[in-house]
């Protein structure tokens, strides 16, 4: 039921946000004496609200509003969206940023499918020389929307779902550092893809995805869309970037200083930051545009004092970086994989470490060197080619360390690995044609042929998604708690490598003898080789199929994985498959590094998993003592047994107040718990001062009753409330619950719903006891 | 930040029991990290609309076109009146550091009353300027790098307002004002992108 409600009011919400814009937008327009409606003016606002509208409507910002009008925020706002527990709960908003790594992953994969198809779409055009299924400018179509879904809505978000499930377990978090933000952008991204998408019912976006002006400013309505579905994405972008960097900086667990973190991290840490710092520049460049469309500025056009080639500047100072982006998180994967596949500490870890940060920095002095032809500064070549060889550097100290972590290894050939081999050979056939791009005589002949298409698949293809591959099946045990299908995994490897390559390294050679890119039409001499590419390319079209139902029917119904099958040390491997809500039970301790294999008694970290709770000893009370066990039991089934649960407020007189009143009409007899378990807490104050003062609260509490003449016993139990309190209703039933807490505010079991959950779960009456604590005695 | 900030080392408090190492830094609250964070990429932004404004502006003479007059002076007023409100901002946090209610309360107060007679007097300029955004490359660098910076002042509005209603309510202590932190931060933040602004745009 809530799946059907929250849809219908995100699409009611974004239908109507988006109408209310157009209608006042066109109002304005006609009261300021304008034509009322213009195309590109409202389609922006449109889907500015409509988009906006989703996400409210959707339930991104329900507990942020409630902030914004100053209200306590609700208590069922907290972790009540947070875990999945049927397939159902990926529909929704959720915080928990496992199911958003898996929301973000199927997500991309259905734009993926879309872009795939597109680009299937391109290659049965050029199978044979002349015009066959589309029109010249459809085509454009296609290819500027193919680029730009898979940039966009598939491997930047891909990474950034990989990076979401993985990397809070692996610096041993409980979350990301805001969940909520965490959840906005994932549920950002349908609405950047819509947009791109429906460009296709006017006329699609057809710039290409570097989206050139004047082409961009003149171009058909769908350009438009194009803008918006970029300020979306970015802004998605932006923020998982700045949630990402402030969950790795401040959220490690103890003992993991930044040498030893895995070198995943070391990678999404320098690639949020360059989404940080590069993102804006694209929304600003895009902005622009926009701006030079509907509201007809001169950014670019120089009749008015604009200039064209700024465009590119701004473009490329983000777009450059963008391929580190696109790259750098792969890298991590890989060094993961290669590193646990082969049973050895991975080669020169701290270099890796480095070079990783440095290719970033690197990356925002190169932009350029996709300008060579564009009649910018001549003088700017020669230092944007010497900047581009030496981003071979770093990458060259990674590529040769994977191998000298290989060398001598026990290596496991199994699906991801065989990925990550397949990513060596492929990625270093992009980097060289790399180079070769960098030269600037090679790259003023080969521009804008295939040659450049074949490198940017090498390096975009055989490099990120062969790591996005790589990186699902090793994480997918985790995520599902089951194993893949190893057979259909290496088949789909098999069928991916030999017809990616088939595919794509006789462009090169077509691009030497002059193809165009981004044109429909060919000569007839290149017309044998076009149409065996084409056929490759259906095939490696068809292997993407494998995958899909290897995935889908292994998470159905495949073989139960174990907690760590791949024998890894990361501390993601440490808990089950799939990890608990909140991933640990006890902040992990981080004692040594994340790659020591094969080295007698390392280890990374103890994690402290607690034992299934042994039945509590309850102290007798005195006058129960001296009585034999038949009478013991008369005595004590005549009491009506209460449960008291309660921590800071426990020896709070309104509380025992409470329990007193109820001693005026029945004879009772009390048990008091204390639950310790709060995971808020948990980070930053000493366990056994915590424990100590709440001991000392609930012998107050104790006595108080005790001389109130109530038989009363009581423990601490280090265990969440919640099954504390159904631990004590198995083993000795009572007739009532009194709950006493905090005020809202400041209450963290409020917060998670304490009061609603125990009476649907116990069937209880549950009376709630609001004390506030002041003069506790506090650790 | 703890309210005993002024003492020798930072990591006591006034009455020498230790502060847990969660307090000792803002840098630490990941709130605080996180606004830092998008300070950043909010610096990119404003940053890809000076490329683009430099980029007119060293290609094209005379600077600003002929016929093209913006009221430096007026300006300098508004300006001088967003400078002031960072320092009633900044008088509203340290008295909420020292528990003073009043000086939190009115010092929002100002804070928000000067910003949004800042966006007022901006829009009063809008108005009264006599060129549109489509007239010349150096209309839409100046409208679209003042707009931007007027929607970050209205979104700043938003938060102080947001403040001001919780200050008014009650809310925060001299222990607990991250939200303020945050808020003043964003604020200052606006203010040196005008100083900046101001100076490129209008003087230069």
Known sequence: MWLRGSWVRALWVAAFMGVAAALIVMGIRDLSGRTAYSAGVVQTFIMLFAGIGFTIGIGCWDYWWGYLIGRPTPAHEDHSNHGAYSWKDYFKVNTDHKVIGVQYLVTTFIFFMIGGMLAEGMRAELATPGQQYFSPGTFNGLFSVHAALMIFLFVIPAFAGLGNFVIPIMIGAQDMAFPRLNALSFWMLPVAGMCMVSSFLVTPFDAGWTNYVPLAVHGPDGQTMWVMGVQFAGASSIATAVNFLVTIVTMRAPGMTFWRMPLLVWANLATSTLVVLGTPFIAGAQFQVLFDRIMHTHFFDPTGGGDVIAYQHIFWFYSHPAVYIMMLPGFGIISEVIAIHSRKPIFGYKLIAISTVAIGVLGFTVWAHHMFVSGMAPWLRIPMMFTTMAIAVPTGIKMFSWLATMWRGVIHLTTPMLFACGFLATFVVGGLSGIFLAVIPVDIATSDTYFVVAHIHYVLFGGSVFTIYAGIYHWFPKMTGKMYDEGLGKLHFWLTFVAFNATFMPMHWLGLQGMQRRIADYPSQFGTLNFFISIMAFILGASTLVFLYNMAHSWWRGETAPANPWRALTLEWQVTSPPPIFNFDEPPQIVGSPYAYGVPGARHAVVTVHAPPQPEEVPVPVALATATREEREAIMSALKHILVVANQTVSADRLIAAVRNRATTDPVRVTVICPQNDPTDAWVVNEADVRAATQARLDGALTALRRAGIQATGYVVERDPYTAVMDVVEEDPPSEIVVSTLPQTRSGWLRRDLIERLRDGTKLPVEHVVSDAPEMPRA | ?204
């Open chain 2, 1 to 204: 930040m703890s309210a005993h900030v002024a003492t020798a080392d930072g990591h006591h408090h006034a009455d020498g029991a230790p502060v847990s190492a969660y307090h000792e830094s803002l840098l630490r609250s990941p709130v605080f990290l996180g606004m830092i964070m998008f300070l950043g990429s909010e610096i990119m932004l404003f940053g890809s609309f000076f490329t683009i404004f430099f980029y007119m502006r060293f290609t094209h003479s005379p600077w600003p076109p002929e016929g093209v007059e913006i009221p430096k002076e007026a300006t300098g007023i508004n300006t001088a009146i967003l400078i002031s409100s960072s320092f009633t901002m900044h008088w509203a946090l340290v008295s909420i550091k020292r528990d003073r209610r009043f000086g939190l309360v009115v010092g929002l107060f100002l804070t928000l009353a000067m910003g949004l007679t800042f966006l007022s007097l901006q829009v009063h300029e809008y108005l009264n300027l006599g060129f549109t955004p489509s007239n010349n490359g150096f209309a839409s660098g100046f409208f679209s790098l003042t707009g931007l910076h007027g929607m970050h002042v209205f979104v700043g509005a938003t938060l102080l307002s947001i403040a001001f209603l919780r200050a008014c309510r009650g809310h925060y202590s001299g222990a607990e004002h991250i939200g303020l932190e945050v808020t003043g931060l964003y604020w200052h933040f606006v203010d040196v992108v005008w100083i900046l602004l101001y100076t490129v745009v209008y003087l230069l």
